[in-house]
């Protein structure tokens, strides 16, 4: 039984990794269940025993991936340092993510598709609001980390700290600006990494240079 159960738990996973680049690569529209069955190499019946149809399977791989697959990158702004320091390493990482992890990029990829025209399944609102609380999540992450209220410098920067640590002057446009800026280079990334600037200092002098005072 155990054995059962593990065995359900791979198909589901290795069926949700394939709708992933099915719907990354074809978009939602264009993809049939029997496509993400036959590239998980799996039969059709065994998508429709975990999911009711292709609405459910695309908000699923949009709630599973969503933490697992962001996760490491937004922790950077949970590490220990000045915040200029850690935002700066959290674009670097988010660039280099968008270029290296083919995970990273095809969830960017299906997340930040904004087609919503009568080609999409019935019952896609449903994953369209998966997207919009996650896009919502971030923003409040970049809001909170912008205002100091992750610990600020933790004392570790120079003269002038606090405000900067604080933002004071508008923590909330900063943050809708760093989003804008992070949706646009997954945008770039879908289309053709090599497009994004450099995943370096360089790359993303301009969006720290707007976020910060």
């Known amino acids: 039984m ?3 159960a593990e065995e359900a738990a791979q198909t589901k996973a290795a069926l949700l990794e394939a709708a992933l680049f099915q719907f990354a690569e074809h978009g939602v529209a264009a993809t049939k269940l029997a496509d993400v069955a036959q590239r998980a190499g799996l039969t059709r019946g065994a998508v429709y025993h975990h999911f009711t149809d292709k609405t459910a399977l695309y908000a699923a791989v949009i709630a599973n991936s969503w933490d697992s697959v ?7 702004l949970d590490s220990d340092g000045p915040v200029e320091d850690r935002l700066r390493e959290f674009l670097v990482a988010w660039l280099r993510r968008l270029r290296e992890d083919r995970h990273f990029r095809a969830l960017l990829t299906i997340t930040l598709n904004a087609s919503y025209g009568p080609d999409q399944p019935e019952g896609i609102s449903d994953g369209r609001a998966s997207k919009s609380y996650g896009l919502a999540d971030w923003l409040q992450r970049l809001e909170t980390f912008l205002a100091g209220k992750r610990g600020g410098d933790g004392g570790k920067a120079g003269a002038g700290a606090g405000r900067r640590g604080t933002h004071a002057d508008d923590p909330s446009g900063a943050a ?3 989003l804008a800026w992070l949706c646009g280079t997954a945008l770039l990334a879908a289309t053709d990494p090599d497009l994004l600037p450099p995943s370096d200092a360089s790359g993303v002098a301009l ?4 976020a910060l005072p």
């Open 176 to 178: 809708a600006g760093i």
């Open 207 to 210: 969006p720290l240079r707007g």
């Open 2 to 4: 155990r054995r059962t």
């Open 70 to 76: 962001t996760a490491p990158v937004w922790a950077v």
